[in-house]
């Protein structure tokens, strides 16, 4: 079970800020170098409920030898009080790396050790890792991060704390390319390959939701196998999107004007993720617009 208060401590440059701005991605409350005297007073304090379930949201501290007041026999006492007192999930997470690894880390960022500021880095190193061995000892995960960039510590962290409530928030919209491309788009699909409906008289007026003018659109050659390889491809890359921890995914279907073909394939693709397990919000962005045949070029013939 997913701890819902994790304490977070390590080397100093062996991840922890990575750690935290990951879970604070997932949607974890976080506080980082909070002095030990107020942290009682923070666990009192109710936790803020998140998501539609009412979850209680999980909270991550981050300790380290720069905390005021730190005490590291002490922060392993109060993690077993809470543990016993509280009922909730208590963790400590102890990032851990090699001296040679640290001590290049430092030596191209530039960064002074915050435990050896006037002397090499290494005696830093190894100053604060006998400071934090109660913490090593007591950590029920360990990360050695020697050989892990960001990106796969991150990854790591999204693996091991990633709870229900980081699926993205899934949007698949149309609209017309005439009035430009929707803001904040991730996967943009471009349907004037398609004919149409706006140069028939009869389905100019109506938009993609009308079974009529969606009939015509499909009849294109080019339909099926065009759509159908689009799903494919979503049903491949939406699943890598959650597991990189991305919190939105938008998916935008363009025709012309943005009434007829982009809305009828929104509708399709939005049904098929639905029943692929995802859950979809689809949102029409030109619907409402009058069609005009300037935006829409030159008819051109049946396919």
């Not at 699909?189 to 939701?209: E, I, S």
Request: aromatic share 6%.
């Amino acid at each position: 079970m997913t701890a819902n208060i994790l304490f977070v401590t390590g080397l100093s440059g062996a991840g922890k800020s990575t750690v935290l701005k990951t879970l604070e991605d997932l949607g974890w409350e976080v506080v980082d170098n909070l002095p030990l005297v107020l942290l009682d007073r923070l666990l009192e304090a109710p936790a803020a409920p998140t998501g539609s379930g009412g979850r209680d949201q999980p909270l991550a501290v981050g300790i380290g030898a720069r905390t005021r007041d730190f005490d590291p026999e002490r922060i392993v006492e109060g993690i077993e009080r809470l543990q016993r007192q509280r009922g909730a999930q208590v963790e400590l997470l102890f990032l851990d790396c090699t001296g040679a690894e640290l001590e290049r880390r430092y030596a191209e960022t530039r960064h002074r050790h915050p435990l050896a500021l006037d002397r090499p880095a290494r005696d830093g190193i190894a100053r604060e890792r006998e400071l934090l061995a109660p913490l090593r000892a007591a950590a029920g995960r360990l990360i050695d991060t020697s050989t892990l960039n960001s990106s796969e510590l991150a990854a790591q962290i999204r693996t091991g704390f990633a709870g229900p409530a980081t699926e993205p928030v899934l949007t698949v919209t149309s609209f017309g390319f005439a009035r430009g491309l929707p803001r904040n788009a991730d996967l943009v699909f471009d349907m004037r390959f398609l004919r149409n409906p706006h140069w028939v008289p009869a389905l100019k007026p109506g938009t993609g939701l009308d079974a009529d003018v969606a009939a015509y659109v499909a009849e294109d050659p080019c339909y099926e196998p065009a759509v159908s390889r689009i799903e494919d491809l979503l049903a491949l890359l939406l699943p890598r999107y959650r597991a990189e921890g991305k919190s939105y995914v938008t998916v935008a279907i363009g025709c012309t004007g943005g009434r007829h073909r982009s809305v009828h394939v929104a509708e399709r693709i939005g049904r098929f993720l639905h029943d692929r397990g995802f859950s979809p919000t689809v949102t029409h962005r030109d619907l409402g617009t009058r069609p005009q045949d300037p935006l829409e070029g030159l008819p051109t013939s049946p396919a």
